[in-house]
């Protein structure tokens, strides 16, 4: 197990805050931790603002969770991830990994998770 970063922490401790519906922020966290060998980085967030909308109301309104893998084992990852009650799960293609990564060489595949 990878010793988790700070800025990496503080991406948990919002995605424990934001639990809702199915998403168990508890449960995906502590998964991902246990198995940090298989992931790169984690961020969870939506495509919009309305996390800024809501902040006010003490309220972190995220849906989409993203991982960065190590291309090691993405399988054992997604399989993974199938037990946390996702509405989506699939891999974002090349072209659109890198462009949401602000590269042209992702240096891992990048797994989007959406609960609704």
């Given at each position: 197990?990878?010793?988790?970063?700070?800025?990496?922490?503080?991406?948990?401790?919002?995605?424990?805050?934001?639990?809702?519906n199915?998403?168990?922020?508890?449960?995906?966290?502590?998964?991902?931790?246990?198995?940090?060998?298989?992931?790169?980085?984690?961020?969870?967030?939506?495509?919009?603002?309305?996390?800024?909308?809501?902040?006010?109301?003490?309220?972190?309104?995220?849906?989409?969770?993203?991982?960065?893998?190590?291309?090691v084992?993405?399988?054992?990852?997604?399989?993974?991830?199938?037990?946390?009650?996702?509405?989506?799960?699939?891999?974002?293609?090349?072209i659109?990994?890198?462009?949401?990564?602000?590269?042209?060489?992702?240096?891992?595949?990048?797994?989007?998770?959406?609960?609704?």
């Open positions: 197990m990878k010793k988790i970063n700070k800025v990496q922490q503080l991406q948990f401790d919002l995605m424990k805050y934001a639990t809702f199915n998403f168990d922020g508890e449960k995906v966290v502590n998964d991902l931790i246990k198995h940090s060998n298989l992931w790169k980085g984690c961020i969870m967030g939506r495509p919009d603002l309305i996390q800024l909308r809501d902040i006010e109301d003490e309220e972190w309104n995220v849906d989409e969770l993203y991982i960065l893998t190590t291309k084992n993405d399988k054992k990852l997604e399989s993974l991830a199938k037990k946390w009650d996702a509405d989506e799960i699939d891999y974002l293609d090349f659109e990994a890198g462009r949401k990564l602000g590269t042209s060489d992702p240096e891992g595949n990048l797994l989007r998770i959406w609960w609704d």
